[in-house]
């Protein structure tokens, strides 16, 4: 074989599997300066290679055919397709995707045994905590919200938090508003977050709102308290829906990409709830047509 052909398809095969083997990223497009013209709106970006670390600050990858590293904002990353995903893996997520709580909550416990990268193992445990709480089990969907908070979390994983972006029609019961109400006052943030969320279709709605406005007012957790500025959204009444919904746009078009979906499904129920119903069905389009990225309540 002709020594320059052979080199060439060598060559070609090494690119078919590195791109075969390597990580993806979908990452927001930066947001515009003040100098810049926002008319033109920016394509999300996609690169692969290999994911070094992703942290609550930062994504280092090394982009394929490069050797040196690239550096991201963590609240820039909206998805990610990894190269490698183990067997038990795949297997949770398939059945999360089947709402197969109950499974999938196992699943995804003893998928951690594969040992995949710590950004790997948190997004899996919090697919475990939202496999608890539509299982019933809140108690350990805060447990799990619990230890996930002990060390900072990049926002794709925040976005997955189990937090009741709606009425949780046939998920929240006697035993779910018991774990929230004895994890109300934890020392965890994200734990009063999901708690507080929770609890504002119970009759424990006046404690929740306070534990929301707090936790809003904490500048020491930003995401936290924008996360929960949002869910505050559903303790709105009716006739002041209409009023609200222009701020709450604003609002929400402020916020990373990576964690607008469950805002948006809380802004879908309030709007249409308040018949304002062109609103809600443009924002619910918005989610079918097209999603940020996969979300749970989706």
Do not use: C
Request: hydrophobic share 45%; net charge neutral.
């Amino acid at each position: 074989m002709n020594r320059i052909l052979y080199l060439t398809i060598a060559a070609l095969l090494l690119v078919l599997q590195t791109a075969a083997w390597a990580d993806k990223v979908w990452l927001e497009p930066t947001r515009p300066t003040a100098a810049q013209s926002d008319w033109y709106p920016q394509a999300i970006q996609t690169h692969t290679g290999e994911i070094i670390a992703l942290d609550a600050k930062q994504l280092a990858m090394r982009m394929a055919g490069d050797e040196k590293e690239s550096l991201f904002a963590a609240h820039r990353v909206i998805w990610i397709e990894p190269s490698e995903v183990g067997e038990k893996q795949a297997a949770a997520i398939k059945l999360f995707d089947e709402k197969k709580y109950d499974m999938a909550l196992r699943g995804s416990l003893d998928a951690l045994s594969e040992r995949p990268p710590v950004w790997r193992q948190q997004w899996l445990s919090m697919v475990a905590a939202q496999a608890a709480w539509r299982s019933s089990r809140g108690a350990i969907a805060l447990e799990l919200v619990s230890q996930l908070d002990r060390r900072p979390l990049p926002p794709i994983a925040l976005a997955w938090l189990p937090i009741a972006w709606r009425n949780p029609r046939g998920i929240s019961g006697t035993a779910t508003t018991d774990a929230a109400l004895k994890r109300l006052g934890d020392p965890s943030s994200a734990v009063r977050l999901v708690a507080a969320s929770w609890l504002l279709s119970s009759d424990r709605r006046e404690a929740a709102v306070e534990t929301l406005k707090t936790l809003s007012a904490d500048h020491s957790r930003p995401v936290i308290a924008r996360l929960a500025e949002t869910v505050l959204w559903r303790a709105t009444s009716p006739p002041e829906v209409a009023a609200a919904a222009g701020r709450w746009q604003e609002r929400l078009d402020a916020l990373p990409i990576v964690l607008q979906v469950g805002p948006t499904v809380a802004m879908v129920e309030l709007l249409s709830n308040a018949n304002q119903d062109e609103v809600a069905e443009r924002l619910k389009l918005s989610l079918q047509l097209t999603p940020p990225h996969p979300h749970p309540d989706l």
